[in-house]
């Protein structure tokens, strides 16, 4: 069975969770496990996702809500 869209999303909500605290170890490893999505799932839009963990877009590749100030 390959990995959902569900899967993906739960899986670049753990790495944005840690990322920030070893910012310096995590790029390369975000790209190895964006290469094993994408062998799991042909229609894996890596893009969609590393922008996600970003914080450039929502999960679905929506814009973000922007905080009220």
Known sequence: MSM???DFIALADL???R???ERAEVGGFVHDIADFCQDQNPR???ERWMDYLAGR???S???I???NR
Do not use: D, L, V, Y
Request: net charge positive.
């Open 44 to 46: 894996f839009n890596r």
């Open 61 to 63: 590749g929506g814009k």
């Open 15 to 17: 790495i944005k969770a």
């Open 19 to 21: 990322q920030w605290q």
């Open 4 to 6: 959902s869209k569900r």
């Open 57 to 59: 877009c929502g999960p």
């Open 65 to 67: 809500k922007e905080e």
